[in-house]
Structures are given as C-alpha cells and as structure tokens.
C-alpha cells in the first residue's frame, strides 16, 4: 500500500460511521446513532433494515459468512461462522441476513467458562449484537461484535461488565457536570489508548520449542551471555525483517479501523510495541483484542512467531500494557484536563479527587484486574510496576492538594492559599519532567496511565474496575453536592476532606524501591498482594459486592462465578506449564544429556586405554553432568508428585494457592537444574533453541 493510498483504505473492513450514513435509511440511521450514543433500545424492524445493509457491504467486500465475535472469559476471542445462504427453493440460493440474526445468536459455548452460571442442562450460552461497536470484515467473514450472557441473563464475558461500568460512570458523571451548571453534555465515556508491547522470535526456532508452542513462555532457557544490559535496543533502528511486519501489521490495523500511531523498539531484544490513537473505552477494548489477533496473523506471513506472554523469556524484561484512561464528554472536552478557570479548575479537581478516592478505597480491584498466571512474572520485577497499587501526581499538583489540605500557602508565583473554585491553578507541563515510569498508575497530565496491565490479557477488566470505582466516588460527591446549601464551600471541604483521607495512596517517588515497599505496607496500610491466588479472593469481598450491586456492573452471582473462574485459569495455566516442563525434561533435556555424558565418557575411556592421566577435563564434566542430571531427576519425581497434591485440593481457591507455595517452587528447581545443564551441555546435543538464538538473530 503506497502512503498516499492510506487515507482511503483506512476502515476499509469497518462498517463504520461513514458506511451507515451512506448505507442506511435516514430514520435508521439516527436511531441506530441514539443507540449507540445513548443505549436507546432499537425498535425490531429497524434491526432487519441494518441487517440487510450489512449483509449487502459485507457481500460486496467478498463476505460469504458471518460471525458473532465475543470476548470470553479466557482472555482470547471467540466466533462461529455462518454462511449468508439461504436456499430459494428453486435449486439455488439467496444471499440473507435478518435483523434476528444480527441481534441474538446461540453459539454452542459448552465450552466456555462460565464458573457454574450456566446450569448443565442449559449448556449454552448467548451472544447478543453490541451495536456500540462496529462489525468488521476478517478472513472473508463479517464479524458482529457481541455481548455474551448466559441462559439467566448473566455476562459470561469481558464486555457486558464493560459496557454496565460505562453506562455507570456516565450517569454519575453528568449529575456532577449538572452541578457546575453544565446543561448542554449528554453523555460522558471513557477514553483509552492502550499500548501493546510485543515480542517477535524466528517461526522456525519457536516451533522446535514445545513450551512457546504449549505456554506462549519459556519453561527452560539458560541466561544468554548477553541480555539487555547495552540499552540499545529502545528507539535503535528497527531490523529489517521486522520493519517489514510492522508496516503490514500498521496496514491491517488502519484498514479494520484501528488507529496504530507509534511503533518502537522496546527495552528487550526482540521486543516492540505498537500504540494506536486513543478511543472510547469499548472501542479500545475491542481494537485491542483485534490487534493481538491480527499481530499473530500478520508475524506468520513474515515466518515470525509474535509472543504476547507477560513473561516469555526469563531474565529478560517481560511486557505489559499501558492503559491511558481518561474521561470526555459528548462534545469533546476532557474532564482530566485543568482548564483555564477557576470553575473549570474546581470541577478538574474534583475528578482528580474522585479517582483518587477510587484508587485508594478499591486498590484490591485494580491489582485483581491486572492478575494472572503471566503476569505474576512482571509485577515487581525490574520491569513493572510493584504490586501495590499507588498513584503518581508529580510534586506540582500534590503540593496544590496539600495546600488545600492544610489551608497553607501554595509555594507557586504568586504564593496564595488554594481555595477551589475561586484561584486559578498554575499550568502544569502536560509532558512532566518528573515524568515518573515506575508507578503503578499515573497522572500524566490530562489523563491517568495505569501501568500494571499485563500484555496478553483483555483490557476490559481493568477499565471495568476504573469506571466503577469512579463511579462510586462522584455518586457519593454528587450526592453530597446536590444536598449542599453553600455549593463552593461544600466543594472545598470535600476536595479537601478526601484528599486527607486517601493522600496516603500518592507516592511520587521510585517505585522500584524496596524501601517503597516496607513503607507502603507497614506505614501507610497500603495492599500488597504478590500473586494472582493470593489477590483474588479478595474479588468477592462484601465491600467489592457491595459496589458492583449499586452501580449495577455485576451480580453476585457473576463475581462468585467470575472469582472462581479465574481462580481456575489460573490453576489450568500452572498445570499445563508444570506438564510441560516434565515432559520437555524427561524425553527431551535427561536424553540429551545422557548422550552427551555417553560422549564424553567414551572419549575418556578411549583415551585412558592409552594413558590413565588423560582427559581430566572430560572425566570431571561428566562427573558435574551425572550429578545435576541426578538432581533433574530428583525434581521430575518431586513434580510429579506435587501436581498430584494439586489435584487433591478442595476447591479453586484452594487448588490456586497450593500451586503458588507448593508446586511453583518445584517448577523453579527443576529449570534451575536444567538451565544449568544447559550452560555445560554441548551446543549440537542440545535439544533446544536457546536465548542468544531466539532474542538476537531476528
Ligand atoms: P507515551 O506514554 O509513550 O509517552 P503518549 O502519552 O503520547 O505516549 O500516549 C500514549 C497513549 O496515550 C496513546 O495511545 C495516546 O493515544 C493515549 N492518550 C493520549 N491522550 C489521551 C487521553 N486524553 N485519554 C486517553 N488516552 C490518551
Ligand atoms: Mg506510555
């Protein structure tokens, strides 16, 4: 595709705004418009007419099937195709689509999970069409996004609970907006711009590796002599090979609507990321999900294997997810930004106080959204964010808070006291100098980037929790405001009142450090909890009931389900890993090293038929081999025998954390044993690729 061909081709494969203006009846059109703006329901007959028009634009772009594409729970997306046709009774077939079909599908979901939702004799579940994002052409398929919910209504999905948090914060939102005599907003949304990082190996070498093939990570792989320590990879010139993938991965995005804006190298060899233009939260969750599935798609064109695992390779810096959250209103203004005026000033600080408040009260939700099997490896290493959540502002807008705080002077120009809603606030540099890359979720300006996401999972859950917990906290502003005689008094005693309550959530400082980390937990009380099993029964908290119950976001039935559904991927993810490991040990690792130690041995006893001093060399690797491959073995039996233990637990949370202390320890022995056989065992009896060749031959 020539540059100049780009503008055209963008959203070719989306039937978009610009389609369904074109495509539909004036009166279809601007209901369909309400819907999705506003979630007014769409009348029947207005459905069949969007259906047919469709149909037409998908037929006509090569379409033959359709498909209602969903976001299980399992962190992939999930389809069923069917074709258009429809026979005419005449021999032949009619092309067909009706608004039924559009709106509501069955697919057979036995399979999914659905953590005891769906009843067994009711083994299905149901897709029903999001029309608040668009449907879009994949593989000669049109695909309708679409919510996914179980016989009794329940959301078996990623989306459903996002859609119930947008809808959440928006009402609260615009009572506030109300408040600071705004009339003219109809709807506020959350924005995202999620930025995907990425790990690109040959095809060839990731197919002789049954981990990366069975785990998406490296079980086995000892340190190469060279890792990312030259700090040479970020912003250096991208390979070749890799130019080639990411200029077709950027075509493919923009024609299915994806905005993909940057594309860099990251701190790993091997590593890259693509950021695409932020969007409204839905949008963005979709675009995501569709940009990992097309990143793989397009790695294999280029004989690439595209690595999306937290943690692919051990020692090396693993990848995440940027999630840029922020908050708008229908007519573009975004409530994150300071303004100009001191109303516009108060009304910014208090969102800021209200996410501030959320992060603080709901620390638990935010580090659940983001754990995982894969993501355990990051959180806290060298690489991410540490598990305890807090919240960067920079030194500028915290000493503004404190001045509210205390009633005290603000060090700024023109040294005053900060009264909200009467003082301008100084402007601060969107792009902070202290621009702080440690922390878990930071203020950036006019936006918040919460950096803890992993990069495999959806980013539904974690904006899930960020428009919920928002939510809470300006329906408790608005309530508290609407009942206030004296509205900017009442304004200023709450910012300041809450900044004193949940200050202790702000830290500014490296949060890498150790010393971070005692002061967190023993001196501000703030959570730290270092695993996915030892996060996550903490989902169904009364509190966590609580909120998802008022604002209407989930049922206590879907968080019990959904807990224990992710207490069992987590479980399955574990076992898969411990299995394979085993399995690579036993008929792949202690064969090739007893070939190598019969080698060895051979030569020695040659040489020592000559001279019995000979060889010494050879004599005491096979000594050091034998013993390790004694140790391997050793930690084989022991793995064994823990995964049967594992089985043996009562119930997920059980299972989940006698994985974490039992059994992952047993996993690190044995690569620890391995490895180290690795750096001794000759490179052509070596059953795998190793490090050097997978990260720096690209
Ligand atoms: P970086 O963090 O790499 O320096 P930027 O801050 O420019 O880069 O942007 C990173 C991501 O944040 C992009 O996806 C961008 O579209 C998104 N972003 C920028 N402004 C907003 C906003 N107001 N709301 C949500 N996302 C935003
Ligand atoms: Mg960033």
New binding site residues.
């Given amino acids: 595709m020539s540059a100049n061909h780009v503008p055209e081709t963008f959203g070719c494969l989306v039937f978009n705004d610009k389609v369904m203006r074109e495509r539909l009846p004036e009166d279809a059109y601007s209901a369909l418009k309400n819907t999705i703006q506003i979630g007014k329901k769409l009348a029947p007959d207005l459905a069949d007419i969007i259906a047919g028009a469709m149909k037409d634009w998908a037929v006509e772009n090569g379409c033959t099937h359709y498909s209602h594409w969903f976001q299980p729970m399992t962190g992939v997306t999930a389809e069923k195709h069917d074709s258009f046709i429809e026979p005419d009774g005449a021999d032949s077939v009619i092309m067909e689509f009706s608004g039924k079909a559009l709106v509501k599908g069955e697919p057979d979901a036995s399979s999914f999970p659905s953590g005891g939702l769906r009843a067994t004799f009711e083994a299905r579940g149901y897709t029903a069409w999001d029309p608040t994002s668009y449907a879009f052409i994949k593989n000669e398929t049109l695909c309708i996004p679409t919510v996914f919910y179980s016989y009794g209504g329940e959301a078996l999905d990623q989306k459903t609970p996002l859609l119930r948090s947008m809808e959440a914060i928006n009402r609260q939102a615009l009572r506030v907006l109300r408040l600071f005599g705004d009339e003219e907003t109809r709807f506020v949304h959350t924005n995202v711009g999620p ?1 995907q990082e990425y790990f690109l190996i040959d095809k060839q070498l990731y197919n002789s590796r049954e981990d990366l093939i069975l785990t998406g990570r490296t079980l086995f792989g000892a340190k190469p002599p060279r890792g990312q320590e030259m700090d040479d990879h970020y912003f250096g010139s991208i390979r070749p090979r890799v130019i080639a993938f990411m200029k077709e991965l950027d075509e493919e995005l923009w024609k299915h609507g994806i905005y993909a804006k940057t594309r860099h190298n990251e701190a790993a060899p091997a590593q890259h990321e693509m ?1 695409p233009v932020y969007t409204t939260t839905n949008l963005a969750t979709d675009g995501n999900q569709l940009t990992m599935e097309l990143m793989k798609k397009v790695a294999e064109k280029h004989d690439l294997a595209c690595l999306l695992h937290e943690k692919p390779f051990a020692g090396v810096n693993g990848s995440g997810k ?1 999630n ?1 959250w922020s908050l708008s209103t229908n007519t573009g203004v975004n409530l994150l930004d300071p303004g100009n005026s001191p109303m516009e000033n108060a009304q910014f600080l208090l969102f800021l106080t209200a996410v501030i408040k959320a992060v603080d009260e709901h620390q638990d939700l935010l580090r659940i959204s983001v754990a995982g099997a894969g993501n355990d490896h990051r959180l806290g290493a060298a690489e991410a964010p540490p598990a305890v959540v807090s919240i960067f502002l920079g030194t500028e807008l915290t000493e503004i808070l404190e001045s509210i705080e205390n009633d005290t002077e603000y060090e700024s120009k023109e040294a005053i006291q900060m009264k909200v809603g009467v003082h301008v606030l100084p402007r601060f540099p969107k792009d902070n100098s202290d621009r702080n ?1 440690t922390s878990p979720l930071a203020f ?1 300006g006019n936006k918040f ?1 919460f ?1 803890m996401l992993g990069s495999a999972a959806s980013i539904s859950s974690p904006n899930v929790m960020l428009n919920t917990g928002v939510a809470d906290a300006l329906m408790q502003f608005a309530d508290e405001l609407e009942a206030a005689t004296d509205f900017h008094a009442t304004l200023h005693d709450l910012v300041k009142r809450e900044f004193h309550l949940h200050k202790r959530i702000i830290f500014n400082g490296n949060g890498y450090d150790d010393a971070w980390i005692a002061e967190a937990t023993k001196q501000r009380g703030l959570l730290n909890l270092v695993s996915t099993p030892e996060a996550l029964p903490y989902f169904t908290h009364p509190k966590n009931l609580e909120l998802f119950a008022k604002h209407k976001v989930f049922t206590s039935a879907e968080m019990f389900s959904r807990c224990e559904i992710m207490q069992e991927n987590y479980c399955k993810v574990l076992i898969i890993e411990a299995r394979t490991m085993l399995d690579m040990a036993q008929k792949q690792i202690f064969p090739a090293v007893t070939a190598y130690i019969k080698s060895l041995s051979e030569t020695v006893q040659a040489a020592r038929a000559i001279d019995k001093t000979l060889c010494p060399a050879e004599a005491d690797l096979v000594g050091r081999l034998s013993a390790l491959s004694a140790e391997l073995y050793a930690r084989i039996g022991e793995l064994k025998v823990v995964l049967e233990k594992a089985n043996d637990q009562a119930g997920a949370e059980a299972k989940s954390k006698f994985i974490r202390t039992d059994v992952v320890p047993v996993m690190r022995a044995l690569r620890a044993a391995a490895d180290e056989l690795e750096t001794l065992t000759a490179k052509s009896y070596w059953p795998y690729p190793t490090y050097s060749d997978m990260l720096f031959y690209v």
């Fill in positions: 930025e950021a940027h840029n890359r950036t980037e950096r």
